[in-house]
């Protein structure tokens, strides 16, 4: 019993936490940054300064990770401490809220497998022929696949530049 309350409290606290993080980031953000549009529908959304962006330039076939730190003009932002000019990004990867969510849901269930796997191999260590045991340890492996797989899912692929769909621009906020 005190195991089961043990995993729900760690569960809540973890939901809590990640949920304050992600308010502490929306009222503490800035009002310039990229602007990315699609140039068929006109759907957009904004990338600003602090936020994470995941890209890639044109003849690179790994993406990058960066957090837009600066932008310096027009033509050019600060991804972490390299400098990167936006007619050389060739494609960014967009987070949907299904993945936002996912991941949020799944990271308590990868902690709360984590647990039961620890007990469970203490558990069968102690006791070698107990079924409970081992129950508990294929049950954590189950928890922690399962809250695994949102990571394996693959963010939306969108293509800016001269042949894309998208299009990218620095929006700043007049003064």
């Known amino acids: ?11 809540l606290i973890s939901i809590f936490s990640f949920g304050q ?5 929306i009222f503490t953000s800035g009002h310039e940054g990229l602007l990315i549009t699609n140039k068929k529908s006109g759907k957009a959304w904004m990338y600003e300064k602090g936020s994470t ?20 003009d027009t033509s050019a932002v600060v991804f972490g401490k390299d400098t990167v000019k936006l007619s050389v990004i060739s494609g960014i990867r967009k987070k949907s809220t299904l993945h936002v969510i996912t991941r949020i ?5 990868m902690l709360a497998g984590s647990v039961a796997i620890g007990s469970g ?23 922690f696949a399962v809250g695994y797989l949102p990571y394996q899912i693959n963010m939306r692929n969108l293509e800016v530049g001269p042949g894309g769909t998208w299009t990218i621009v620095v929006y700043k906020k007049l003064k």
């Open 1 to 11: 019993m005190r195991k089961i309350i043990l995993l729900i409290t760690i569960c």
């Open 21 to 25: 993080g992600g308010t502490l980031i």
């Open 53 to 72: 962006v995941t890209y890639v330039k044109f003849g690179d076939r790994e993406y990058s990770t960066g957090t837009l730190n600066a932008i310096l």
């Open 105 to 109: 849901l799944g990271m308590p269930l």
């Open 121 to 143: 191999a203490a558990a069968i260590y102690q006791q070698p022929d107990s079924d409970g045991a081992i129950s508990f340890f294929l049950l954590g492996v189950g928890m």
